[in-house]
């Protein structure tokens, strides 16, 4: 399976963005999925990750209550709803895969991921 994530671009300080995570070659159900993102500089961190049964979501506490991730069947993706944008969320935005071990976990270290996708830009200006 192939990873594409887009959706990113320049928004303004208070703004909102929603990113996308397609896949190909297997559908997005059969994983668990996450979003990471690195800034210049800046290990790649957590930011949100959602079971493979969609029930369980957890957040890095930097984005908790602004960030919204959520599993589209319809379009087979896994959406990360960005609102009350930062400049600090400047950095670009991965998407990352892993068969899970059961359909109600989530992983928030990236070690655990195996698939990833190529990133996408999201600048925040001030």
């Known amino acids: 399976v192939q990873l594409q994530a887009y959706g990113g671009g320049l928004v303004q300080a208070g703004g909102s963005l929603r990113l996308s995570c397609a896949a190909s070659?297997?559908?997005?159900?059969?994983?668990?999925v996450g979003w990471f993102r690195q800034a210049p500089g800046k290990e790649r961190q957590f930011v949100a990750g959602v079971s493979r049964s969609a029930t369980n979501k957890y957040y890095a506490e930097a984005v908790k209550g602004r960030f919204t991730i959520s599993v589209d069947t319809a379009k087979d993706s896994v959406d990360l709803q960005m609102n009350s944008l930062k400049p600090d969320d400047t950095a670009v935005y991965y998407c990352a895969a892993v068969v899970p071990g059961s359909d109600s976990f989530y992983y928030i270290e990236a070690a655990s991921y195996g698939i990833w996708g190529q990133g996408t830009q999201v600048t925040v200006s001030s």
């Open positions: 070659g297997r559908t997005l159900s059969s994983y668990a």
